[in-house]
């Protein structure tokens, strides 16, 4: 078996097959985790991201129901802590469009009978000392969690890792070879550039993030996943932020010890993955309408991760057009939350031949139709 990807998507699926006693290579252009997985906020928030409770919400919130028991088992065989918590997230309006969009949350989780608390401006600001007296009103979400998606990358890649997985980072697959209407090796380079000889397995697993378009174009297989930069800055604080706190796109997230995250964009720029002052200035303006704490926080650093976006923005599962290459990309802003219910499906999906959950919405096969120039 083989991962292609070795990002959080693909260490949890190489974590679940080797569970099942199969043998399995992960391969990994640069570290284990070194790209959108371990340059995101780590939130766990299905009901303060979404405002459609469909298919694919019910989706998320099994992921995020899946939380603790993989938390607890990639921490004990790790033996590294992953810092998840569950502590609620508190999503807040400093502005009539916040109002606006809190409201239309409220409403249609009430509808859905959802748990939501309604907070006064004075609660608000009882919770999280230091934000904006602009700050009119809050939602606070007890069910949605968060986690240090650092160490969960890495506690992610020992776990499997001390299953027998054979991780071979700063190995780019380049190529996937078909013969009969399956996949029979994939080629790799070093990072020195140098050809590795192929490798052969019975399945593939595609979770290479917004580079899996390229190793499928050339077999004819339309997969419009394109990245999409998310720039981040980290502070320090001189006390721990107790919640993650949420207003519009903007937001605080809490990490041991004493710092915070605060995030971020969503930027087209193809694989450009540079910090720009564009997009500091973006993040600190609106992260600043809520939270003027942060002008007394000394900043720490900086970065810029490539999310995989799809033209839908549902992520990509389960077999295509070739009979043996399973696909596990364009998670978009969803790929910490869903990883522990991709590993599930995929697993299954190896193991049984099927999975429980209905994966249709999100089969490769979906995208049938190409753009035409002009």
């Known amino acids: 078996m083989v991962v292609i990807g070795g990002g959080v998507i693909g260490c949890a699926i190489a974590f679940r097959l080797a569970q099942a006693h199969l043998k399995v290579v992960v391969l990994e252009r640069g570290e284990p985790g070194g790209e959108a997985s371990g340059a995101a906020a780590g939130m766990i928030a299905p009901q303060g991201e979404m405002v459609n409770f469909d298919a694919f919400f019910e989706l998320c919130a099994a992921s995020r129901d899946l939380y603790p028991s993989l938390v607890e088992e990639v921490e004990e065989l790790s033996g590294e802590t992953v810092g998840y918590r569950r502590d609620g997230i508190l999503m807040v309006a400093a502005d009539d469009q916040h109002s606006r969009e809190l409201d239309e949350i409220s409403r249609s989780q009430a509808r859905q009978g959802l748990p939501l608390e309604r907070l006064t401006a004075e609660s608000v600001h009882e919770r999280v000392p230091g934000l904006s007296p602009a700050v009119r009103w809050g939602l606070f979400v007890r069910g949605d969690h968060w986690v240090d998606n650092e160490r969960l ?189 991709t590993a599930q499906l995929i697993s299954e999906l190896l193991l049984a031949g099927s999975t429980p959950r209905s994966i249709e919405a999100y089969r490769p096969t979906r995208f049938t139709v190409r753009p035409t120039d002009g």
């Not at 990490?255 to 200035?281: C, D, F, S």
């Not at 992260?287 to 704490?293: D, G, I």
């Not at 991760?305 to 389960?318: E, I, K, N, Q, W």
Request: with cysteine; hydrophobic share 40%; aromatic share 8%.
């Open 153 to 341: 990358t890495r506690a992610l890649a020992k776990a499997p890792e001390r299953l027998g997985v054979a991780f071979r980072a700063h190995t780019t697959a380049t190529r996937l070879n078909v013969a009969g209407g399956r996949v029979s090796s994939v080629e790799t380079r070093s990072a020195s550039g140098a050809a590795n000889s192929p490798i052969s397995a019975g399945h593939f697993i595609l979770a290479a993030g917004c580079w899996s378009c390229e190793l499928v174009a050339p077999l004819g297989i339309y997969l419009p996943v394109q990245p999409c930069r998310g720039q981040m800055i980290e502070f320090e604080s001189p006390r721990e932020l107790p919640v993650v706190v949420r207003a519009g796109h903007h937001y605080l997230v809490p990490r041991a010890p004493n710092r915070i995250l605060v995030g971020t964009t969503a930027e087209y720029t193809g694989y450009q993955k540079e910090v720009t002052g564009e997009g500091l200035r973006s993040i600190l303006e609106g992260a600043w309408r809520f939270a003027p704490l942060l002008k007394d926080l000394r900043f720490r650093r900086a970065w810029a991760g490539l999310r995989p976006d799809t033209a839908d923005h549902l992520p990509v599962l389960g077999y295509g057009e070739v009979e043996n290459l399973i696909f596990a990309t364009g998670h978009f802003r969803n790929g910490i939350l869903l990883a522990p219910v």
